[in-house]
């Protein structure tokens, strides 16, 4: 087979799994019992069929079989009727036709078993059951039938005649039936459960039975199939494949909350009166994994070895099916409602993989709260300022249209909110000069933020305060006796404790004191709430690792949906405005702001006037923070799946070393866990994103909890390992 014969997605593994199998080994991780971590690798197959020539088609699957076992495919879905081809027409009811599929079945069984090749495999091919000539999907694994489903539902209307050949799925009374040999369950009510492979559990809907209102899928789910394997002879007609890739694939996986696995006839099929497209794609809980395009096998139809044929190969999440599915209290009643009006039976087997872990079939974005594409990224930029601009407008409204204030640093946060505010006031008919920006310079403000924040301020036509709050946290230090940096200010100026820090830099450096900077932010927050109705500026995630000060810029003001944003989506917002609504000085201001590090500007800057205190150099890349918030957040996963998945990701804006990412971890959790009591309270404000730490809401949680449990074992170093396979893949390249 050609080079470009099969686009399988699969990224050389590099072997890499041989090293972290070692790693799972020494490092014996508690509780790690799948080294897949959680993930099901599902695969796709488009044949070349001959109308009616089982033998053909029987061969072209069996070669099939090398790909699935190369690829360590878990299981496979071939197309409807995929033996005989779709489109035999009446030739169905020849008995040649209907002995050479069942011998072909047979046949196959056995290939699969000599093969190697341990995944489960889903054939479509005509069976005659109770006298009556039904349209039949067969599960095989290593030489076994594990059941046979029976379409419910054959269409016969507009250019589709399967009624005039096969029999509805209600005709069946029989629950098994002898093939090879075996006795086998038969049914439109399996579902297939690996007892090895948590949650591993497939259910084969097949093409009309899930167009319907009666979708075979729902109850599929609701008895615990986590995975759905279609295999379809739909044809191509204009418009179809959206309808196919959004309603069927994303659609029903989303609303399945499962993996789903479509795959429709293609190359070989008769073109008397339609076109058969071929068309695959695979979708994991709503979102679209891999997808082939409608007649891309025209293109390769020619070549001797291609032959038109394609496989799509991808990784199913199971660990987050199942974590929704339990959270979802709405999907547990409707289920157990579903199951009492439609059971299903369960057909258990082994998928007996060899517990060697592999390369990752998907694609892990470094920025899972930002879109990919630039026409979804313009299109959830969009959406989160409008849902912003709802909030705020609704909320000034609601409070008798005040004076907007907002306490602008020339910090991301700030400068987001202060973008909302000017879409606030115009979308409330009021002039700019309705917003008050107020920059309140502190210790360590830094001669770059401040300039930017007086030319946004003046560039965008807002009212201007500048409020210096050196003297003010200076005298309420004093008057609380204290000594900052363990300096007794005590009738000192604000130059005089200036002069004093810095000499006390020079023999002492990387001072620290917690209090010193709490009394600014709690001056700040003070001036900004006291002046009128203000607008609060924090982001998700330094809320969720306490990077805030209590009751200071922990609330920062009176309204703040912008909470709910993780701080890579506050990026990309300002990003898109500055690129798409602002020009001259505003514009370079905002790229200026995006370009300097992130920091709350609380410790004295250096001799030169810089940022001395940078928040990533402290908790980690905000990228890898946010990255480790939405899957430990959003999908409860455990800390060694999410250090997986830190490897594995793609966009990273350098490559991070395992004993950073490590650290980052570790400080992250506990983080989390003991910084909690701040992100319990908060000031109100609608959800933006997907995420949220709402007590009250999403995120309901205790602020004493250990971290103790999502920790990494002490000693955690795979950077050894790394070496090692850095060494293999220049062998091996």
């Given at each position: ?166 029999s509805y799925g209600d005709a ?192 892990i974005s470094a920025h899972p ?95 201007f305060h500048e409020i210096d ?265």
């Amino acid at each position: 087979m050609s080079k470009n014969a099969l686009n399988s997605g699969v990224k050389p593994e590099k072997l890499r799994t041989t090293a972290l199998q070692q790693l799972l080994k020494q490092q014996k991780l508690a509780g790690l019992s799948d080294p897949y971590f959680g993930f099901a690798r599902v695969a796709a197959c488009v044949i070349r069929t001959k109308i009616a020539d089982v033998g053909w088609n029987l061969d072209r699957h069996v070669r099939m079989l090398r790909r699935l076992k190369k690829d360590k495919v878990d299981g496979a879905v071939f197309p409807e009727l995929s033996l005989t081809a779709y489109s035999c027409g009446r030739y169905f009811q020849q008995k040649s036709v209907r002995d050479a599929a069942r011998s072909a079945l047979v046949k196959l069984a056995k290939a699969t078993k000599a093969s190697g090749y341990n995944g489960v495999i889903c054939v479509g091919a005509p069976l005659v059951i109770d006298g009556a000539l039904f349209n039949c999907m067969v599960a095989i694994c290593r030489g076994k039938f594990l059941g046979v489903s029976v379409k419910r539902y054959p269409p016969g209307y507009d250019e589709f005649e399967e009624t005039k050949v096969f029999s509805y799925g209600d005709a069946l009374t029989s629950t098994e039936m002898k093939l090879g040999g075996q006795i086998v369950p038969v049914g439109t009510d399996l579902v297939f459960e690996a007892e090895d492979a948590e949650g591993f559990a497939f259910a084969m809907p097949i093409c009309e039975d899930d167009w319907t209102i009666d979708a075979s899928s729902y109850y599929f789910a609701a008895n615990g199939a986590t995975i759905m394997f279609n295999g379809s002879g739909s044809n191509e007609v204009i418009g179809k494949q959206r309808y196919r890739a959004e309603h069927q694939m994303v659609g029903m996986s989303s609303r399945c909350v499962a993996g789903y696995v479509y795959v429709s006839t293609g190359p070989g099929e008769s073109t008397t009166g339609v076109v058969f497209s071929g068309h695959c794609g695979i979708a994991d809980n709503g979102t679209l994994l891999a997808e082939t395009k409608p007649l891309e096998w025209v293109k390769t139809f020619g070549d001797a070895e291609v032959l038109g044929e394609s496989i799509i190969v991808a990784d199913i999440d199971l660990d987050h099916i199942a974590y929704d599915r339990m959270r979802m209290n709405s999907f547990v009643r409707s289920s157990a409602s579903l199951r009492r009006k439609y059971p299903c039976r369960k057909v258990l087997f082994t998928l007996e993989r060899d517990n060697k872990p592999r390369g990752l079939a998907r694609s892990i974005s470094a920025h899972p709260y930002v879109p990919q594409s630039k026409e979804a990224l313009a299109e959830v930029c969009q959406k989160l300022v409008s849902i912003k601009l709802a909030a705020d407008i609704t909320r000034l409204t609601h409070v008798g249209l005040p004076d907007v204030w907002i306490a602008v640093s020339g910090g991301l946060d700030s400068t987001a909110r202060l973008l909302d505010a000017v879409k606030a006031v115009e979308a409330l008919g009021l002039p700019r000069s309705k917003v008050h920006a107020v920059t309140m310079p502190g210790f360590g403000t830094s001669g770059r933020t401040y300039n930017n924040v007086v030319m946004l301020c003046q560039a965008l036509g807002v009212t201007f305060h500048e409020i210096d709050i050196k003297p003010l946290s200076l005298a309420l230090m004093q008057s609380m006796g204290y000594k900052p940096f363990g300096i007794d200010i005590q009738g000192m100026t604000v130059e005089e404790f200036i002069e004093a820090y810095q000499e006390k830099v020079k023999i002492l450096k990387d001072l620290k004191d917690t209090g010193f900077e709490n009394a600014q932010a709690h001056v700040r927050t003070l001036v900004i709430t006291r002046l009128g109705f203000a607008l609060g500026t924090a982001d998700m995630s330094e809320a969720i690792i306490g990077w805030c000060t209590w009751l200071a810029d922990q609330l920062g003001g009176h309204y703040n949906p912008q909470q709910t944003m993780p701080k890579t989506l506050v990026r990309f917002q300002v990003q898109w405005q500055a690129d798409n609504e602002f020009d001259g000085e505003a514009r370079a201001a905002l790229l200026d702001i995006l370009d300097t590090p992130v920091s709350p500007e609380l410790l004295p800057t250096d001799a030169q006037g810089n940022i001395s205190q940078k928040t990533d150099d402290i908790n980690g890349p905000e990228e890898v923070r946010d990255f480790m918030m939405r899957y430990f957040r959003r999908f409860g996963d455990r800390q060694e799946k999410i250090m997986y998945l830190l490897l594995q990701a793609e966009g990273w804006k350098r490559e991070y070393a395992l004993a950073e990412l490590t650290a980052w971890w570790q400080r992250f959790i506990t983080r989390v866990m003991e910084q909690r009591y701040k992100s319990s309270t908060r000031v109100e404000g609608a959800q933006v994103g997907s995420d949220s730490l709402d007590p009250q809401g999403n995120w309901m949680v205790p602020s004493e909890a250990s971290p103790a449990v999502w920790k990494l074992p002490e000693g955690f170093d795979i950077t050894p390992f790394l070496k090692k396979i850095e060494k293999q893949v220049k062998k091996a390249e």
